[in-house]
């Protein structure tokens, strides 16, 4: 039940673009995303509900396709600051528990 | 966004005690709670889901009488590690959830048990 989560990591220099996909074998209700510096607490990005949206705030968006249920988060001329872990949440249901993916490390260096 | 705050952020036991850690929701009432397990460079493990008023709901492998979790108000949750031994030693996060939406989480518990 576990999403799948690629790549496993990924390394920009800054400017550069990145995508980072979530996938689930089931159904979902919504997609939720994450970013985790080390030793913090995960800090909410995004929400993404069954409808096939798409979803942003800066140069970081995300989308939703209900026919494959994955979720693509989209960063664009990344900053120093993007460096961290993404995990993406899947909820089979409104209201239920979010299981996480494995997380996708991204750095990126000046 | 709306907070969720951790107590202790940090713990250091000796094996056998047990250790409480707090998660309060201190801008929304979160009729359910959600706590998670971390283990180092690892994905956020799900161990239980705690409703106000109500016993808390395990995921499968987690001891629910070493791992106690009260839900005694709308902003208030709490997990108790009982008799703790070393392998329990992991970061502990909490989370709240705001309405039926947004997981907003509390900034974790690092236990070490020696």
């Given amino acids: 039940q576990q999403p799948v989560q690629s790549p496993q990591a990924v390394i920009l220099r800054e400017g550069e673009d990145a995508v980072i996909n979530c996938s689930s074998s089931k159904a979902l209700y919504s997609v939720h995303w994450y970013r985790q510096k080390h030793g913090e607490a995960p800090v909410f990005l995004m929400i993404l509900l069954k409808g096939g949206e798409q979803k942003g705030h800066d140069k970081i968006s995300a989308s939703f396709n209900e026919k494959k249920q994955q979720s693509s988060l989209y960063l664009t001329a990344s900053q120093l600051s993007y460096s961290g872990t993404y995990f993406c949440g899947t909820e089979i249901q409104a209201g239920t528990a979010l299981i996480f993916g494995k997380g996708t490390t991204l750095s990126v260096s000046s | ?114």
């Fill in chain 2, 1 to 114: 966004g709306a907070v969720v705050s951790q107590h202790p952020s940090r713990v250091i036991c000796k094996s056998g005690t047990s250790v409480k850690i707090e998660c309060r929701s201190l801008d929304f009432q979160a009729t359910t709670m959600f706590w998670y397990r971390q283990f180092p460079k690892k994905s956020l493990m799900l161990m239980a889901t705690s409703n106000e008023g109500s016993k808390a709901t395990y995921e499968q492998g987690v001891e629910k009488d070493k791992f106690l979790i009260n839900h005694a108000s709308l902003t208030l949750s709490t997990l108790t590690v009982t008799s703790a031994h070393p392998e329990d030693s992991s970061f502990y996060i909490c989370s709240a959830r705001e309405g039926s939406m947004v997981q907003y989480f509390g900034p974790g518990t690092r236990l070490l048990v020696l």
